[in-house]
């Protein structure tokens, strides 16, 4: 083996397990958003998951991975590499795919495939508990076209933005800011969940069921973003060897300052460490460096991590009071961290990675003068009326034609039952054979105290 080919391995190794930790974090999101949401609708937030996962990883093979890097084509799209062949998916930096020229074009894909999936999730989380099922199947193909574009803009070989130098490394724009700009449309289509505004306008709190699932969701995706980030190199040398490394490092000091900045700030904001706006600061710091962490020095991914968890608090705290109905709080910690995450390499970029990497300028700290802040503010606004547009505009269509909102009494009852018939948590609605409330657990219950499921379970009528 030559050392070209022993390189080209390694990258490969690295690639594919950095690809299969991204896509754990989709076990990330399912706990995140089962846990921030209610017990009635935790069967149908882990289908929604697995569902749109398998859309996109196919729709990305047909077409979406040759809008994004196909050769050919034109700063606005990919021209080549539709539903690739066997000699192209093995081929290392040649036609369709000459970007990629550390790892063959399979483990590129299976790369970038699992971050459109993790933009897919993203959507979802601002649209929970009131879609229609069919919608996941029908704008998660829409939205992987629409993924494909933005990621060829900025990613792309000739993208527009890419040569213009807009600095992304690994998708605070690309998979963070337009999951969350999508989201959005959804939200403001769908409007809120039933009782999340009262009469007067001010919101209820609609807490979620489980803050365990929650923490263990936050800590996957922590995890998985060791493949997010550092994987990004898309080799074990580039720019040098072993420079993943220190991409990992930023990533892990940014995600620590969230936690602090959130916990800080919540304190501060609403008199109290809430755990819920702890966690979202810990996904928002690590949004927010997903675009600077090859970019920047570790005092600056500090200064990057404490920022996203002030702007997760106060902007969760001001989609609530624009009443729009955020269950997740993904437009907070995927969309505001993004642009904080992205606008911040205006002023953070150190020279001498900005050199390395390739990409862009230094920022206006460092004496780069404005024109990377420009650059980036340019990007945000391109990809942010283009996602945001075609996202409502679809699901606009969508509304008008078919509706996407389920009923009244469906919502209320929940989206297990009435979208899969089954319930995730069987036994706190409907008797089961040896579960809670029947013979089998008498012996648990006080002498001449009634069975659990003789008595009514409060807000089970109506949870």
Known sequence: MTRVELAVAASTLWVVIAAVLVMFMQAGF??????????????????????????????????????????????????SGFAPSVEQLLAVGAAPFSWFGSVPGAAAYLFQAVFCGVSLAIVWGAMAERTKLWVYFAFSVVFVLVYSVAAHWIWGANGWLASLGMQDFAGSTVVHYQGALAGLA???????????FGADGRANAIPGHNMAFVALGVIILWFGWFGFNPGSTLGVDFPEVGFFAYVALNTNIAAAAGVLGAVATSWLVIKKPDLSMMLNGAVGALVAITAACAFVAPWAALVIGLGAGVVVV?????????????????????????????????????PALAEK?????????????????????????AVGTFTFTASFGVLWTFKRLWGIRVDADVETAGLDVSEHGMWGYPEFYIPVPGGYGTDAHSHLLPHGHAHPRSVPVPGAEAA
């Open 357 to 381: 990497i390739g990409v862009g300028a230094a920022g206006l700290f460092y004496g780069g003068g404005l024109r990377q802040l420009g650059v980036q503010a340019v990007g945000l606004a």
């Open 30 to 79: 399912a706990f995140l958003e089962a846990g921030l949401t209610r017990m009635k609708n935790v069967g149908h937030i882990a289908a929604k998951n697995v569902l749109t996962f398998a859309i996109a990883s196919i729709v990305f093979y047909l077409v979406g991975f040759g809008i994004a890097f196909g050769d050919g084509g034109n700063g606005l799209w990919g021209g």
């Open 314 to 350: 106060y902007g969760v705290l001001l989609v609530e009071r624009l009443g729009i109905d955020d269950p997740i709080g993904a437009l907070a910690a995927h969309g505001l961290a993004g642009i904080w995450g992205t606008l911040a390499l205006g002023f953070l970029t150190a």
């Open 186 to 196: 959804g939200a403001l289509l769908l409007g809120p969940r039933i009782g999340k």
